[in-house]
């Protein structure tokens, strides 16, 4: 199994930058797609970036691409998301969620993650 933390999460400006870490606890974290989803009010949940095991296969969903990069590191048992030029539509609750069934392939819906964290929020003011 896996435990997941998340913490980061703050009152920005639009234009500024933010970085979320993801604590796991558990052996199979190493062998466990990481994703970063993030939920706004009365949105669905989405998939906002993603990364396999080895850190090799990497997701962004558009409206972050270009913005928003994913990194793990495996001796810590920590995923992070670096976010740049945040908009005011990035304001959510990020959740970090394993899937501890796929290694080297990502899944974009919610319902493929096996465990996930309690979320931390982010808020983008102008």
């Known amino acids: 199994q896996v435990q997941l933390v998340e913490s980061g999460g703050e009152l920005v400006q639009a234009g500024g930058s933010l970085r979320l870490s993801c604590a796991a606890s558990?052996?199979?974290?190493?062998?466990?797609?990481i994703g970063w989803f993030r939920q706004a009010p009365g949105k669905e949940r989405e998939l906002a970036a993603a990364?396999?095991?080895?850190?090799?296969?990497?997701y962004y969903a558009d409206s972050v691409k270009g913005r928003f990069s994913i990194s793990r590191d495996n001796t810590k048992n920590a995923v992070y998301l670096q976010m740049s030029s945040l908009k005011l539509e990035d304001t959510a609750v990020y959740y970090c969620?394993?899937?501890?069934?796929?290694?080297?392939?990502?899944?974009?819906?919610?319902?493929?993650?096996?465990?996930w964290g309690q979320g931390t929020q982010v808020t983008v003011s102008s």
């Open positions: 969620a394993a899937d501890l069934h796929r290694t080297y392939t990502i899944a974009r819906t919610a319902e493929e993650y096996d465990t």
């Open positions: 558990g052996r199979a974290f190493s062998t466990s797609v």
């Open positions: 990364i396999t095991s080895n850190g090799l296969t990497i």
